[in-house]
Structures are given as structure tokens and as C-alpha cells.
């Protein structure tokens, strides 16, 4: 993820700000810059690459002044250079961005049709031309500010500085975490409370709709409505953990919310939205060669497996076996030449999927690694890395790595469809343009978050839950169950819809949820006779559907969850996010460890 630090000091800013994107890096980053205000000018520094590229760029080209932002960015909107680097300037504003501008074309146009020139691919762009133009016309800062915010649809994290303002920033905030820090004679804003660490430990958490104007003396927050209010300060503590909660209750609903935005950093590393093709980073394997591909993971990686399975055969026409790492090797599985062994775990460090790995690799298959630590040892193993850049989870009960590993294989699967020949460019153009969809359908799909927690009590006191779908809908409710199970305790299986009447039927009772996960497609009217024959026998349902899919269905429903209608190719990455609500909430209701379940540890290291 994006990392965002801004000063208003006593002193030089330049090598502060950054220190504190150094410790932003394990965010993972592609370019990074800072811009300061001396003398009347606003001073912009930007590099591609890594931070030390930036520090050369100030060794040779300081950039003075006490007042600063800086950002690193990954990619999502643009490629990775130094054009594209924050923060993006005017005459008059300079900012960065965390988070996605969803209407940016729209924004985009508007500027150029009013005669504004860009200079970048990103839609972090727009909001800089967007401000400054009302600057321009005579505007204050507030009141562009004010009339700005407003036109802005998705998610950001905003830190501006204006050149005839010379001793303040403004933040804002809205689905991206910011937070305001309180020095002696300074004040701060950082992504986190690990960002300005080494300045403070007194910090505040902007709330949603929040923005501040930060000066020497302190900070005023306004809220969405424009009014002034405070928000609590608080000791971030000595050891400035890792990653903080921010406002959130809980650090697996923070990670639920912040899939779209690393989805779409994580996608942004496998498809090119200028000419809307497939591209993986450099790889020395000719994935077109691969005759046969072997998955292997545990838990959550191997229901994202189980998805990839129809992927693969479906674009690629390649035959996939999948197993779960623990039984992989003791099956004796046949391991012909020519084939790709695909390991896929959030850590790198789980110590079943491993030793799979380097059976695999002893057997002469070509290792894959879908991994969340690029620095992990299965990452280190891998003949192709497939990075995640999910970012940190710190949630026991994996969220956001699913989504990107989902991402990434459905990136993947394309690729390899595309090298065998079994994709036309019209196709492939096809696939991207439903992939780059993803994001704003995930928070499509985060807007019925109230709606979930309000039905939650419906489940809470069940002790058992079962969970249907068809196709790739299927692994999405073994995961559907699997996170039920992890941290509300409730006994839940997921079953294939079509498998009910041979033999689970039996279970269905007045006192067990029946959850069916059936967007409207091709599959849809068979999932929907199988949930009636689960309403004949008085299972309670909840139906997760699309519009059409609830008109057709939702009669029979003890609750519904209403979803965006959405191509088939991302309907489990959509269809992810009312599962782990559901499930979220349903914990919350009970009253369990939602971050760290009974029994449960984020990485597994002991087979």
C-alpha cells in the first residue's frame, strides 16, 4: 500500500519525510518523492524505484523548507516511473494520494476540456487540477477544499500543501487510513502511527469524511458536513506497532475494507490498462511450454486454488490437479516433466505447503509461488514469484490475501491462456477490462456492510451453518464456511449446491441458516432449485445474489444480501466480501477473539 507522511516543523523536513517512507517500505512501493515549500516555491523531488533513488535525487537536487509531504507509491494507475510519482503539482498545489479515484475519466475529461494540461496517467492527477483550479478562480483553500471533496467517488487518503499557504497541510480521508500526529511546535501527518513513530506518539485517527488543516500550533478537523470537531488523542506506544487499527474495531475489519484498494495495487503488477492486455512481471520460465499445472495450499490459499482450477481449464485449457499441502505428498502423486507446481500462501512460510514445494522441486517441476512476503522462503524458492502486495495482515483469519491471490491467478490463468494461444487479443482486452472492474466492485460490495451486521443476529445463535454454490461459486462457500468457523465457532460446512441431495439434505431443520451464494448467470436456476429443496424441508435461507438474482429468488429468503451484478471472471473476488462480513459480524454479535481466534496462528510453521 500507498504510504503518505506530511511535516509542519521547526526545522528541514526534507530527510525526515523520508525516514518516515523508509518505515513505510514493508508496504511495498515502486516510486516515491516529497515536495516542500520554501521561498515562496513548492519544491518537488520524485524518483522511480526504490527510496534510495530518491535520496540521490536530494543529494544532488536538496529541497528546502520546514513545511513537506512525501509518498510512496504502488502503482495503479500508470505505470511505475518517475511521471507518475507523487506528489503531482501545479503552479499552486502539490499532493499525494492514497486509494483509488473512482470517476477520475469523467474528472479527467472535464479538465481537459476546460484547457487544463496533465502531465500523469493516475488519477491522483485530477484532485491536484481539481483544487488548484478553484485556487485559480479566486477561491480560498477552504472552500475548495470544501466544494472538491464532494466530487471525489472511491477511496483516498489526501495530503496537500498550497504555495501561498506556506505553513500548513491539509488531509483528508475517506475508505484510506490518515493520521494527524502532535509534536512540540510541529504537527504531522502520516498513514499510520508507524510513520511517525520517531516524531510523536501522540496521535489522532481521521474518521471517515474527515479533513484537517495542520499548522504549528495543532490541527482543526472538520467532519463530512464541514463542521469543526475533535477527535481523541491518543499514545500510539513506544514500540509503534507494525500496523494499526485506525478506527476500526478490529484489524480484520480494516483488512476487509481495504480490499479494493490492494486489489487494484495488486493487479496493477499483472495487466496494463493502456492497451488492456496481461502482464506479469519478468520471468525466466516460458509459462506457454507448461503442460500440466499441480496446486498446492492450505486453508483459505486452497479454496483461492480451488478457484484458479476453473481458470485454467476454462482460458488455458491446462489440465490442474489440487491438494491440500498436508496430504500432497503422501498420495505419491504422478509428477510428469513439464509441468508447474503453483504454491500459494500468504506468509511463504507455511511449513506443509514447503515441504510440498520442495518435493516439487525435486521431481523436476517448475515452482510458482503466490505469496503475500516477497521476501519469504517459498519466495526465495520459487522459479516464477507471483507477489500478492496485499500488504501486512495482521488478522488471524485471512481477508484481503485472498482477494489478491485471487487477483493474481486470474491474471495468471489469462497469461497462460494468452502463451497457449487460447485467447484472441479481442478476448484478452475482455478479461482485463473485467479485472480492472474489480475494485470499484468490491466497494460496491462493502456498501452493505451495515446491512450485514444488522442480519447477523439471524445466525449468531445457530450451531450449525451450511453453505451452497455452483462452479467457482462452490469454493467461495467452503471459505464462506471456513471463515464462519474460525472465528465465531459455529460449526459451518460448504457444500457443492448440486451434492445436497446426496446426503447433507438430511441435516436441514428449522434451526440450521443455509447460506446460498448464487449470483444470476448460467448456474443460477440450478442453484435456486437446490435452495428450494432446502425450503421444502424449512431451512432458513440467505440468498447472496445479485438485483436480478433477489427478484428471481430472494421470496423464499429469511434474509437476503443484495450484491452488484458483475462478470462472471470477478464474481468470487465480490463475492468474497458478504461471506467475511458475514462472518465478521456474526463474531462480533457473539462476542469471540475476532483477530486472534482460539487455537489459530497466522502463520503455520509446524506441519
Same mark, same amino acid.
Given at each position: 500500500?500507498?504510504?503518505?507522511?506530511?511535516?509542519?516543523?521547526?526545522?528541514?523536513?526534507?530527510?525526515?519525510?523520508?525516514?518516515?517512507?523508509?518505515?513505510?517500505?514493508?508496504?511495498?512501493?515502486?516510486?516515491?518523492?516529497?515536495?516542500?515549500?520554501?521561498?515562496?516555491?513548492?519544491?518537488?523531488?520524485?524518483?522511480?524505484?526504490?527510496?534510495?533513488?530518491?535520496?540521490?535525487?536530494?543529494?544532488?537536487?536538496?529541497?528546502?523548507?520546514?513545511?513537506?509531504?512525501?509518498?510512496?507509491?504502488?502503482?495503479?494507475?500508470?505505470?511505475?516511473?518517475?511521471?507518475?510519482?507523487?506528489?503531482?503539482?501545479?503552479?499552486?498545489?502539490?499532493?499525494?494520494?492514497?486509494?483509488?479515484?473512482?470517476?477520475?475519466?469523467?474528472?479527467?475529461?472535464?479538465?481537459?476540456?476546460?484547457?487544463?494540461?496533465?502531465?500523469?496517467?493516475?488519477?491522483?492527477?485530477?484532485?491536484?487540477?481539481?483544487?488548484?483550479?478553484?485556487?485559480?478562480?479566486?477561491?480560498?483553500?477552504?472552500?475548495?477544499?470544501?466544494?472538491?471533496?464532494?466530487?471525489?467517488?472511491?477511496?483516498?487518503?489526501?495530503?496537500?500543501?498550497?504555495?501561498?499557504?506556506?505553513?500548513?497541510?491539509?488531509?483528508?480521508?475517506?475508505?484510506?487510513?490518515?493520521?494527524?500526529?502532535?509534536?512540540?511546535?510541529?504537527?504531522?501527518?502520516?498513514?499510520?502511527?508507524?510513520?511517525?513513530?520517531?516524531?510523536?506518539?501522540?496521535?489522532?485517527?481521521?474518521?471517515?469524511?474527515?479533513?484537517?488543516?495542520?499548522?504549528?500550533?495543532?490541527?482543526?478537523?472538520?467532519?463530512?458536513?464541514?463542521?469543526?470537531?475533535?477527535?481523541?488523542?491518543?499514545?500510539?506506544?513506544?514500540?509503534?506497532?507494525?500496523?494499526?487499527?485506525?478506527?476500526?474495531?478490529?484489524?480484520?475489519?480494516?483488512?476487509?475494507?481495504?480490499?479494493?484498494?490492494?486489489?487494484?495495487?495488486?493487479?496493477?503488477?499483472?495487466?496494463?490498462?493502456?492497451?488492456?492486455?496481461?502482464?506479469?512481471?519478468?520471468?525466466?520460465?516460458?509459462?506457454?511450454?507448461?503442460?500440466?499445472?499441480?496446486?498446492?495450499?492450505?486453508?483459505?490459499?486452497?479454496?483461492?486454488?480451488?478457484?484458479?482450477?476453473?481458470?485454467?481449464?476454462?482460458?488455458?485449457?491446462?489440465?490442474?490437479?489440487?491438494?491440500?499441502?498436508?496430504?500432497?505428498?503422501?498420495?505419491?502423486?504422478?509428477?510428469?516433466?513439464?509441468?508447474?507446481?503453483?504454491?500459494?500462501?500468504?506468509?511463504?512460510?507455511?511449513?506443509?505447503?514447503?515441504?510440498?514445494?520442495?518435493?516439487?522441486?525435486?521431481?523436476?517441476?517448475?515452482?510458482?509461488?503466490?505469496?503475500?512476503?516477497?521476501?519469504?522462503?517459498?519466495?526465495?524458492?520459487?522459479?516464477?514469484?507471483?507477489?500478492?502486495?496485499?500488504?501486512?495482515?495482521?488478522?488471524? =483469519? $485471512?481477508?484481503? +490475501?485472498?482477494?489478491?491471490?485471487?487477483?493474481?491467478? !486470474? *491474471?495468471? /490463468?489469462?497469461?497462460? @491462456?494468452?502463451? &497457449?494461444?487460447?485467447?484472441?487479443?479481442?478476448?484478452?482486452?475482455?478479461?482485463?477490462?473485467?479485472?480492472?472492474?474489480?475494485? =470499484? $466492485?468490491?466497494? +460496491?460490495?462493502?456498501?452493505?456492510?451495515?446491512?450485514? !451486521? *444488522?442480519? /447477523?443476529?439471524?445466525? @449468531?445463535?445457530? &450451531?450449525?451453518?451450511?453453505?451452497?454454490?455452483?462452479?467457482?461459486?462452490?469454493?467461495?462457500?467452503?471459505?464462506?464456511?471456513?471463515?464462519?468457523?474460525?472465528?465465531?465457532?459455529?460449526?459451518?460446512?460448504?457444500? !457443492? *449446491?448440486?451434492?445436497?441431495?446426496?446426503?447433507?439434505?438430511?441435516?436441514?431443520?428449522?434451526?440450521?441458516?443455509?447460506?446460498?451464494?448464487?449470483?444470476?448467470?448460467?448456474?443460477?436456476?440450478?442453484?435456486?432449485?437446490?435452495?428450494?429443496?432446502?425450503?421444502?424441508?424449512?431451512?432458513?435461507?440467505?440468498?447472496?445474489?445479485?438485483?436480478?438474482?433477489?427478484?428471481?429468488?430472494?421470496?423464499?429468503?429469511?434474509?437476503?444480501?443484495?450484491?452488484?451484478?458483475?462478470?462472471?471472471?470477478?464474481?468470487?473476488?465480490?463475492?468474497?466480501?458478504?461471506?467475511?462480513?458475514?462472518?465478521?459480524?456474526?463474531?462480533?454479535?457473539?462476542?469471540?477473539?475476532?483477530?486472534?481466534?482460539?487455537?489459530?496462528?497466522?502463520?503455520?510453521?509446524?506441519?
Amino acid at each position: 500500500m500507498c504510504g503518505i507522511i506530511g511535516i509542519v516543523g521547526k526545522q528541514a523536513v526534507a530527510d525526515r519525510l523520508v525516514d518516515g517512507l523508509k518505515r513505510m517500505e514493508y508496504r511495498g512501493y515502486d516510486s516515491a518523492g516529497i515536495c516542500t515549500i520554501d521561498g515562496g516555491e513548492l519544491i518537488r523531488r520524485r524518483a522511480e524505484g526504490k527510496l534510495a533513488n530518491l535520496v540521490e535525487e536530494l543529494r544532488e537536487h536538496p529541497a528546502a523548507g520546514d513545511v513537506g509531504i512525501a509518498h510512496t507509491r504502488w502503482a495503479t494507475h500508470g505505470a511505475p516511473t518517475a511521471r507518475n510519482a507523487h506528489p503531482h503539482a501545479t503552479e499552486h498545489v502539490a499532493l499525494v494520494h492514497n486509494g483509488i479515484i473512482e470517476n477520475y475519466k469523467e474528472l479527467r475529461q472535464e479538465l481537459l476540456d476546460d484547457g487544463r494540461k496533465l502531465e500523469s496517467e493516475t488519477d491522483s492527477e485530477v484532485v491536484t487540477h481539481l483544487i488548484s483550479r478553484r485556487i485559480e478562480s479566486g477561491e480560498s483553500f477552504e472552500d475548495a477544499i470544501r466544494n472538491v471533496l464532494p466530487r471525489l467517488r472511491g477511496a483516498f487518503a489526501l495530503a496537500i500543501v498550497f504555495r501561498d499557504h506556506p505553513d500548513m497541510v491539509v488531509g483528508a480521508r475517506l475508505g484510506s487510513p490518515l493520521v494527524v500526529g502532535y509534536g512540540e511546535g510541529e504537527t504531522y501527518l502520516g498513514s499510520d502511527a508507524l510513520a511517525l513513530a520517531p516524531l510523536t506518539q501522540r496521535i489522532s485517527y481521521l474518521e471517515e469524511g474527515d479533513w484537517v488543516v495542520v499548522t504549528r500550533e495543532g490541527a482543526q478537523i472538520y467532519d463530512e458536513t464541514n463542521e469543526l470537531v475533535e477527535r481523541p488523542i491518543t499514545h500510539s506506544g513506544a514500540s509503534a506497532a507494525a500496523v494499526e487499527k485506525g478506527n476500526y474495531r478490529h484489524f480484520m475489519q480494516k483488512e476487509i475494507f481495504e480490499q479494493p484498494t490492494v486489489v487494484a495495487q495488486t493487479l496493477a503488477s499483472y495487466v496494463r490498462q493502456a492497451d488492456r492486455s496481461v502482464a506479469l512481471p519478468q520471468l525466466d520460465v516460458d509459462l506457454g511450454e507448461i503442460n500440466r499445472v499441480t496446486i498446492v495450499a492450505c486453508g483459505t490459499s486452497y479454496y483461492a486454488g480451488l478457484v484458479a482450477k476453473y481458470w485454467f481449464e476454462q482460458f488455458a485449457r491446462l489440465p490442474v490437479d489440487i491438494d491440500v499441502a498436508s496430504e500432497f505428498r503422501y498420495r505419491e502423486p504422478v509428477l510428469e516433466p513439464g509441468g508447474l507446481a503453483l504454491f500459494i500462501s500468504q506468509s511463504g512460510e507455511t511449513a506443509d505447503t514447503l515441504a510440498a514445494l520442495r518435493h516439487c522441486k525435486e521431481n523436476g517441476q517448475t515452482i510458482g509461488a503466490v505469496v503475500n512476503v516477497p521476501t519469504s522462503t517459498m519466495a526465495r524458492e520459487a522459479d516464477v514469484l507471483l507477489p500478492t502486495h496485499a500488504g501486512p495482515e495482521i488478522g488471524v =483469519a $485471512s481477508t484481503k +490475501a485472498f482477494t489478491c491471490q485471487l487477483a493474481v491467478l !486470474a *491474471a495468471l /490463468a489469462a497469461h497462460m @491462456a494468452v502463451k &497457449r494461444g487460447r485467447l484472441s487479443r479481442k478476448q484478452e482486452e475482455e478479461i482485463v477490462e473485467h479485472l480492472l472492474e474489480a475494485p =470499484a $466492485s468490491l466497494n +460496491a460490495a462493502l456498501d452493505h456492510d451495515e446491512d450485514i !451486521a *444488522a442480519m /447477523a443476529h439471524l445466525i @449468531a445463535p445457530a &450451531r450449525d451453518v451450511l453453505y451452497l454454490g455452483r462452479g467457482q461459486d462452490y469454493p467461495l462457500a467452503l471459505e464462506g464456511a471456513l471463515k464462519l468457523k474460525e472465528i465465531s465457532y459455529i460449526h459451518a460446512e460448504g457444500y !457443492a *449446491a448440486g451434492e445436497m441431495k446426496h446426503g447433507p439434505i438430511a441435516l436441514i431443520d428449522e434451526n440450521v441458516p443455509v447460506i446460498v451464494i448464487a449470483p444470476s448467470g448460467p448456474l443460477f436456476e440450478k442453484t435456486v432449485s437446490n435452495m428450494q429443496e432446502v425450503a421444502a424441508r424449512g431451512g432458513k435461507i440467505v440468498l447472496i445474489s445479485d438485483g436480478p438474482g433477489i427478484e428471481q429468488a430472494g421470496e423464499d429468503c429469511m434474509a437476503t444480501i443484495l450484491m452488484p451484478q458483475v462478470h462472471p471472471l470477478i464474481a468470487p473476488l465480490v463475492y468474497a466480501v458478504p461471506v467475511q462480513l458475514l462472518a465478521y459480524h456474526v463474531a462480533v454479535a457473539k462476542g469471540t477473539d475476532v483477530d486472534q481466534p482460539r487455537n489459530l496462528a497466522k502463520s503455520v510453521t509446524v506441519e
